[in-house]
């Protein structure tokens, strides 16, 4: 599960991390001799370079999607809960933070009414706030169980 419970009840969420430095490395190189190993033939001849600015072209564009989605990665979200306060903080490109008292917060998973599905959100203190925009639906339901569990023990 890519978020993890701490022993003061701080719970830490973030993005699956599938394609790490090394990976990203292995990505280009292998796409790089694929497209070139069919130019050998075209060597001497003035249209290969006209492929080749297709396939500098293709490769820079998978260079910029990886590490856009590198970027992306590094989204991580806090939740605290406290007897007296329940503050969740959003770390993305800019840091987002939203507090409520835990006795009034309400839980909700919308399991086809929300913007994806399997939609799971926090209410309290006059807004509602997703969490876990990022986890598959099954995982935002397990933790939707888990923190559920943890409110009312809170409570």
């Known amino acids: 599960m890519p978020y993890r419970?701490?022993?003061?009840?701080?719970?830490?969420?973030?993005p699956h991390r599938s394609l790490g430095p090394r990976g990203f490395v292995w990505a280009i190189g292998l796409l790089s001799a694929g497209l070139a190993l069919p130019l050998t033939p075209l060597l001497g001849n003035p249209m290969l370079w006209v492929i080749l600015a297709f396939v500098a072209g293709t490769v820079a564009f998978l260079w910029l999607a990886i590490r856009r989605n590198q970027t992306d990665r590094r989204i991580t979200e806090t939740l605290r809960l406290s007897p007296d306060r329940l503050t969740l903080t959003r770390h993305a490109r800019g840091l987002q933070s939203?507090?409520?008292?835990?006795?009034?917060?309400?839980?909700?998973?919308?399991?086809?009414?929300?913007?994806?599905?399997?939609?799971?959100?926090?209410?309290?203190?006059?807004r509602e706030v997703e969490l876990g925009a990022f986890l598959t639906p099954d995982e935002r339901r397990?933790?939707?169980?888990?923190?559920a569990r943890r409110l009312a023990d809170l409570r």
């Open 5 to 14: 419970w701490t022993d003061d009840d701080t719970l830490t969420l973030w």
């Open 98 to 126: 939203w507090e409520a008292n835990p006795h009034w917060v309400r839980l909700t998973l919308y399991e086809t009414e929300g913007p994806v599905p399997v939609y799971l959100t926090l209410a309290g203190n006059g």
């Open 142 to 147: 397990s933790l939707r169980a888990d923190l």
